[in-house]
């Protein structure tokens, strides 16, 4: 069975011989949640599930628009998760973690399922549509909706890394430094850059249009 259905994620139970954690939630220390996860904690791989599953179903739409596919990357990737999880690395940002490693993992479903991506030519996201539904945006929520769709026109004009920088900065909070993390910077400067830049093409796009509006009302 699996363990999505549409967008609301049900986590699969199960038992363990490990040590019932204490306590995991949200706001506690994400290292030691994750530790104890690694450590065969069942508790904290189910506290991990439902904090993260939805977050991560929503970030993996905006690098496809094949949903159930997704969605079956999804469960693969909580199942691997789980079954190595003694092997994997330390964290103290749990989230970027996992956005680094679901994009491979998405990117290695898209170019197996979709014939138009060789594995030979990398995938670079010229189709990185940035969605602005209730689950992903948590800024401006009272926008109106031509606002919403000239921010959407505005993000499609950005250079791909920069509307995803913008999409992890405003769209999922994430830090400078986690930023830097996922794109693999060695300078959390250049995720700084990477934003700025894509802030500042935001703001050409508005100016350009406010100005295009203003000579239409003239013209009228």
Same mark, same amino acid.
């Given at each position: 069975?699996? $363990?999505? *259905?549409? !967008?609301?994620?049900?986590? @699969? /139970?199960?038992?363990?011989?490990?040590?019932?954690?204490?306590? =995991?939630?949200?706001?506690?220390?994400?290292?030691?949640?994750?530790?104890?996860?690694?450590?065969?904690?069942?508790?904290?791989?189910?506290?991990?599930?439902?904090?993260?599953?939805?977050?991560?179903?929503?970030?993996?739409?905006?690098?496809?628009?094949?949903?159930?596919?997704?969605?079956?990357?999804?469960?693969?990737?909580?199942?691997? $998760?789980? *079954?190595? !999880?003694?092997?994997?690395? @330390? /964290?103290?940002?749990?989230?970027?973690?996992?956005?680094?490693? =679901?994009?491979?993992?998405?990117?290695?479903?898209?170019?197996?399922?979709?014939?138009?991506?060789?594995?030979?030519?990398?995938?670079?996201?010229?189709?990185?549509?940035?969605?602005?539904?209730?689950?992903?945006?948590?800024?401006?929520?009272?926008?109106?909706?031509?606002?919403?769709?000239?921010?959407?026109?505005?993000?499609?004009?950005?250079?791909?890394?920069? !509307?995803?920088?913008?999409?992890?900065?405003?769209?999922?909070?994430?830090?400078?430094?986690?930023?830097?993390?996922?794109?693999?910077?060695?300078?959390?400067?250049?995720?700084?850059?990477?934003?700025?830049?894509?802030?500042?093409?935001?703001?050409?796009?508005?100016?350009?249009?406010?100005?295009?509006?203003?000579?239409?009302?003239?013209?009228?």
């Amino acid at each position: 069975m699996s $363990l999505l *259905h549409e !967008r609301s994620i049900k986590p @699969k /139970t199960a038992t363990s011989s490990a040590p019932a954690a204490d306590g =995991f939630g949200v706001g506690m220390e994400e290292s030691r949640l994750w530790d104890a996860f690694r450590t065969g904690n069942e508790e904290a791989f189910i506290t991990i599930y439902k904090q993260y599953a939805n977050v991560l179903f929503n970030f993996g739409c905006q690098l496809t628009m094949d949903h159930d596919l997704v969605k079956d990357t999804l469960q693969d990737f909580f199942i691997y $998760l789980r *079954h190595k !999880r003694n092997g994997l690395g @330390k /964290t103290d940002a749990i989230k970027p973690y996992l956005f680094k490693s =679901f994009k491979r993992r998405i990117i290695d479903a898209v170019k197996k399922h979709h014939h138009r991506f060789s594995s030979h030519h990398a995938f670079d996201f010229k189709q990185f549509p940035v969605e602005l539904s209730h689950e992903t945006v948590y800024i401006n929520r009272q926008m109106e909706r031509e606002q919403l769709e000239k921010l959407t026109m505005a993000l499609q004009q950005l250079d791909t890394r920069e !509307r995803e920088a913008i999409y992890y900065f405003y769209f999922e909070g994430l830090s400078y430094q986690e930023i830097a993390q996922i794109f693999e910077f060695s300078h959390i400067s250049s995720a700084r850059r990477l934003v700025y830049r894509g802030l500042a093409h935001l703001r050409k796009f508005f100016v350009a249009y406010l100005l295009a509006a203003f000579w239409e009302l003239k013209e009228w």
